[in-house]
């Protein structure tokens, strides 16, 4: 397996930090691709437990290589502090790699964000605030500045002059907000490039010369497969493309490489921020408190309450086929424990219509009505089952039901938070 891509199915907060960190120590280097600090990876290991937002999930090994590729956009204030705490808990950095090539979150891009959501008003997208739109917004138009432009001041200071000519405007006519200076900018951005130097990197190079020498990568997505920019709920949506191709772009290595793609899938749903969800509980649902409550269903990055729902196949199934996925992990699946009946979205309908894929039309989407099958649940804690064959019937039965619907086997089912807490069954 000289190269795999784990990445979400649903629409984010699957457990991707878990599954990457449960499997990252059969890898060499494991690299994020795209998005930035709008990610909250929770890892449970070795009785730590951390919230990653920018740092590779698999730093919690020693000796595999966590690479920020170029695809990512990096923000140095939070990244220095999750070195920092990291490094705090006993975990090295020292490994960590970043692009050069990676794009760098200004603090006007923060502003930016903060400000198109107030002028959206009702319509808002609910975005992370971490200035993610506006500095994926820079690069397309070629203003952005980059991890490289850190290494040398005079170019960096140019770069940033160039940008605040538009950006400057924008802010005070638009949204009559407060400009920025070169100055005001570099008197805290430079202190920060020195730290950050040491770990800048010529990544395509580097992840291809390991490739060569016959090691393997883990590329770990974040966000996932509804909020890509592309193939998502657009314009409920996230600025990168977080499915597996992006981890061709994002990284400068060849997709002849990737030979895996694991899908992770939560045996529920949940969506934070705006945006249609058609298997959506309504606000003081029981099945959705419950979830919700079980589950700890909260942002690791902003701390908001997730919007709970039943598991929707339509949706894997179509991140199945957008992804090319190879593989599924369950996670979460302890949570269901707590219900007398299960129900599983099997398809859509909509004007009289049946759709068993997402309907590429956003308001036959947005008034899909999924059709349901309910399935028996299994009121019993499953946390402690190690092997398939020690889950209950009817979580057996689940699971079976959810790999037909996707026609992608199960690898992976986790049944709790920590690393151990799961059952391996393909995956290897
Ligand atoms: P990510 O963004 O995809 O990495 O997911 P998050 O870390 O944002 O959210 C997943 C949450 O579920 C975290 O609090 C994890 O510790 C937790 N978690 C992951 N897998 C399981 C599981 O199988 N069972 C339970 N109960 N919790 C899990
Ligand atoms: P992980 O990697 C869940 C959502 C936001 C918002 C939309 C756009 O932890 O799964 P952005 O700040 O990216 O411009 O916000 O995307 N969003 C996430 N939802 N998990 C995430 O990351 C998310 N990152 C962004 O809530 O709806
Ligand atoms: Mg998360």
């Not at 690479?67 to 090295?92: A, F, H, K, R, T």
């Not at 319509?123 to 605030?129: D, E, F, Q, S, Y």
């Not at 497969?225 to 060849?254: E, K, Q, R, W």
């Amino acid at each position: 397996m000289p190269a795999s891509v784990l990445v979400g199915t649903q629409w984010g907060d699957e457990g991707k930090g878990k599954v990457t960190d449960l499997i990252s120590g059969d890898f060499d280097c494991v690299v994020r691709y795209q998005g930035g600090a709008n990610a909250g990876h929770t890892v449970i290991a070795n009785g730590h437990k951390l919230a990653l937002h920018q740092v590779p999930s698999g730093v919690m090994y020693e000796g595999v290589v966590p690479v920020i590729g170029n695809g990512c956009i990096v923000d140095p204030e939070i990244l220095l502090s999750e070195i920092d705490m990291l490094e705090g808990q006993g975990v090295s950095c020292d490994l960590l790699k970043i692009s050069g090539n990676a794009h760098i979150v200004m603090p006007y891009h923060k502003d930016l964000d903060g400000a198109n959501e107030k002028r959206l008003g009702k319509n808002l997208i609910g975005t992370t605030k971490r200035g993610v739109g506006p500095c994926y917004k820079d690069k397309m138009d070629r203003i952005g500045l980059r991890v490289q432009d850190m290494l040398d001041e005079k170019i960096f200071r140019e770069k940033l002059e160039s940008a605040l000519v538009s950006t400057n405007a924008i802010l005070a006519k638009v949204y009559g907000m407060p400009t920025y200076t070169v100055e005001k900018i570099c008197e805290t951005y430079l202190p920060m490039a020195e730290r950050i130097k040491p770990y800048i990197c010529e990544s395509s190079l580097f992840l291809n010369e390991e490739l060569e020498a016959g090691k393997n990568i883990l590329f770990e997505g974040a966000q996932a497969t509804m909020l890509d920019i592309d193939h998502g709920t657009y314009p409920f949506v996230t600025s990168s493309n977080c499915t597996a191709g992006g981890a061709v772009t994002g990284s400068g290595v060849g997709p002849t490489n990737i030979d895996r793609v694991l899908g992770i899938a939560k045996a529920y749903l949940t969506r934070v921020g705006s945006g249609p969800f058609p298997t959506e509980l309504p606000e003081g649902d029981e099945v959705g408190d419950k979830l919700s409550s079980v589950g700890h269903e909260f942002g690791v990055t902003t701390g908001r309450k997730r919007r709970c729902g039943w598991y929707d196949a339509v949706v894997v199934n179509y991140a199945a086929r957008v992804n090319g996925l190879t593989d599924l992990a369950i996670t979460k699946l302890d949570v269901l424990g707590c219900l007398d009946t299960i129900k599983v979205c099997v398809a859509y309908e909509c004007d009289g219509k049946r759709y068993t894929t997402v309907p590429e039309h956003q308001s036959v989407f947005y008034h899909a009505k999924p059709v349901y099958e309910e399935l028996p649940g299994w009121k019993c804690d499953i946390s402690g089952c190690r092997d398939f064959y020690q889950l209950p019937r009817e979580a057996k039965d689940y699971l079976d039901f959810i790999e037909q619907l996707a026609d992608v086997r199960v690898s992976i089912v986790a049944v709790g938070p920590d690393r151990e807490q799961t059952i391996n069954r393909h995956w290897k």
